[in-house]
């Protein structure tokens, strides 16, 4: 997870350029990974409230368990 986006693990992977929201931050899809996908978030992420927004109680809400973020290692998710 970067300021600029994450890695998402999950069973199902959208098209690269689906818009959609990793928690309440609203991003696009632009590669996909063996496990799961990469987003790039429509706005650059305060690093300190980050987590804060992307975590959410999905328990409370009825919906099951929260999606999983692969740790973000470093690498550009752009391949730039």
């Not at 199902?12 to 987003?39: E, H, M, N, Q």
């Not at 650059?44 to 740790?71: F, K």
């Amino acid at each position: 997870m970067s300021a600029s986006g994450a890695a998402v693990s999950a069973d199902i992977v959208p098209d690269i350029g689906t818009p959609l929201a990793v928690g309440k931050v609203v991003s696009r899809v632009i590669r996909r990974l063996d496990d799961g996908f990469a987003v790039r978030f429509n706005e650059l992420q305060n690093l300190d409230r980050l987590e804060q927004v992307i975590l959410h109680n999905w328990n409370a809400e009825g919906v099951g368990a929260a999606p999983i973020l692969l740790p973000w290692r470093g690498e550009d998710l752009l391949g730039t």
